[in-house]
């Protein structure tokens, strides 16, 4: 955070479109089955829930956070790496691992002291919270 007087924001959820209420609630009940989400029963923060629909007919939820924490938060800015430096660091590499991204955002842990800021504001049954969120092993890691 940038100051330390920053006073919680708590937004309620946006009204969803009837059409893809089930969708949504399918997903944040797949995420709290899979452990990612967590209901809780109280949070100074809340951010509305964003539903983005994807190609294939899924729902991703996201947050809009600019309206919550992105304000006070203090961002590092690191430089993207050029493509030709990343090679150049891979040559002679002895290990390979194919990565799952399928569900990126959602493979990153989330601080302890970052988890109170993250609940997320949902449209009937309460507050939900990423709270736990985990990093999948390598699935084909092969030595060469």
Known sequence: MKHSNVSPKFFKARPLPHAIRDLVEQEINRL??????TPVSFSEWATPVVPIIKKNGEIRLCADFKVTINPHIQVDQYPIPRIEDLFGRLQGGEQFTKLDL??????????????KLSPHTRDSSGIIAYLLVYLLPPQNSKKL
């Open 102 to 115: 399928s569900q990126a955002y959602q493979q990153i842990a989330v601080d302890e002291s970052s988890k």
């Open 32 to 37: 709290v089955e899979v452990g990612i989400l």
